[in-house]
């Protein structure tokens, strides 16, 4: 029976590769269709006929069954394969990453979608030190392409996490349970530890909600923990009404709070209410009146985000946290901690800048960022260079228009766009606005995280 699945699988792939090319279709080329696709939701499901057809274990990863992180990226990449409508989708979008991981594993110049969103490793030959990345809601390991090449340059082994539900197609998240995103994520934390001797834990929005809310379950964590990386975490929602989803979720037949074309190979656009209801109560675990009391602090540096404008995350919650987190450290270790706060110096406590380093980047007139209104939520990991979501990337988000047609398609198609996150004041504007998917202060960026590694991991002779 498990032959019989592999040839299933095999002759799955062959059709979907051929029906690709002979149509030239690839990541780029289906951008082209987003008004048909957001009608036919093509890539808004994922493969039926695998549910029916595979082994369970390649239907979803078995955290609790993997005698290594090698076979977790294995297996993951399987499921990735089996249940993704476009896992062998050509997609001419070659970044560093995807080189150095096409040589180790003997790819195609050419990568497929399968390829670039699958979770990976970037091995030293050594056990010194290693960060773990833990992506957000919606998102894929993708989201770390180009910082992971920074970490990698700077010696570490480089470990990405998957959350289960996603790199797959929009409807994994209609059954979705954080609790799933936990066990993956206290796999992956442990297994990194017993692994490597030095560890950084980042993470992305929910990917780093994920991290506080494992080390705070924790009545002790493992000193070899150095520091925590968090772009953009995801303490609260922004919006007021973002508790009500697991209501609405509860209503028959109503599943989805925005259908949209699903053209981003490396993030889900279309979002169900239960993906909401799932992220709320995680949120919830971290920052919430009824686990202040519970909560556990640890002495280990932040390196933190954010940005004011943030319209996916309310960063006033966000900062709550931080200041909590610091005020437990030591005052040796409080000083290591640092903050880059996109945004007025005016909003921040003075209480928090007497905690932490906190960094204000300033915009130059003739720099990348004189062009763009703020900071987005979304925009925070990735270089301006990244081929996708980069100043040249063809990929434009505009997922904040797909209930208005016009709207949507100027902003996909017109020349002349304006830059940053979603406020309502960017929205009034003219021109359209293009939701940020780059950190115009990414070289500034990567120089404070030079820094704070210098001051927080142990030389080889300690």
């Not at 002979?22 to 987003?34: A, P, V």
């Not at 082994?157 to 936990?182: C, F, K, M």
Request: proline content about 4%; hydrophobic content about 35%.
């Amino acid at each position: 029976m498990q032959n019989a699945n592999k040839y299933i699988f095999l002759l799955l792939w062959l059709v979907s590769t051929l029906s690709f090319t002979q149509g030239q279709q690839d990541c780029l080329t289906i951008q082209g269709d987003y008004v048909s696709l957001i009608e036919s939701g093509k890539y808004r499901f994922s493969n039926e006929i695998v549910k029916e057809t595979s082994a369970k274990s390649l239907v979803a990863v078995n955290f609790t069954n993997l005698s290594s992180y090698q076979q977790y990226l294995a297996d993951a990449y399987q499921v990735i394969s089996y249940k993704n409508p476009r896992a062998s989708m050509p997609c001419p979008i070659i970044t560093d990453t995807y080189q150095q991981l096409a040589k180790q594993n003997q790819w195609s110049k050419i990568p497929t979608i399968n390829q670039l969103v699958a979770p990976f490793e970037l091995a030293q030959d050594n056990n010194d030190k290693a960060i773990l990345l833990i992506h957000g809601l919606t998102d894929s390991p993708f989201s770390f392409h180009d910082l992971s090449q920074y970490f990698f340059q700077q010696g570490f082994t480089v470990r990405t996490l998957l959350l289960p539900g996603h790199a797959i197609a929009p409807s994994e998240l209609l059954n979705a349970d954080y609790e799933e995103w936990q066990q993956a994520a206290k796999f992956a934390i442990e297994e990194t530890l017993s692994d490597y001797q030095q560890v950084y834990l980042g993470g992305f929005s929910t990917g780093g909600t994920l991290i506080f809310d494992y080390l705070m379950q924790q009545k002790y964590v493992d000193t070899k923990i150095k520091g925590l990386f968090m772009w953009s975490p995801a303490s609260k929602a922004k919006s007021d009404l973002a508790w009500l989803a697991k209501y609405i979720d509860a209503i028959p037949f109503v599943d989805w709070l925005d259908l949209d074309a699903d053209i981003d190979f490396a993030k889900y656009e279309s979002f169900p209410y239960n993906a909401g209801t799932q992220v709320h109560a995680l949120m919830s675990l971290v920052v919430g009146n009824n686990v202040l009391a519970s909560r556990q602090l640890h002495n280990i540096p932040l390196f933190v985000v954010t940005s004011e404008h943030d319209q996916t995350i309310d960063t006033e919650h966000t900062l709550q946290l931080v200041q909590e987190w610091q005020l437990a450290l030591p005052k040796e270790q409080m000083k290591k901690s640092v903050l880059i706060y996109y945004g007025d110096n005016n909003k921040l406590t003075t209480k928090l800048a007497g905690v932490m380093e906190v960094v204000i980047p300033e915009c130059s007139v003739k720099s990348l960022c004189s062009d763009i209104f703020d900071v987005s939520h979304i925009a925070t990991t990735n270089s301006p260079d990244n081929p996708h979501y980069g100043v040249k990337g063809q990929y434009r988000n505009c997922g904040h228009y797909v209930k208005y047609t016009e709207r949507y398609q100027s902003c996909k198609q017109n020349k002349q766009v304006v830059k940053g996150e979603v406020t309502e004041e960017n929205l009034t504007y003219d021109l359209p606005i293009q939701r940020l998917t780059y950190n115009p202060y990414y070289q500034e960026m990567l120089g404070e995280i030079t820094a704070f590694l210098k001051v927080t991991q142990l030389s080889v002779n300690d």
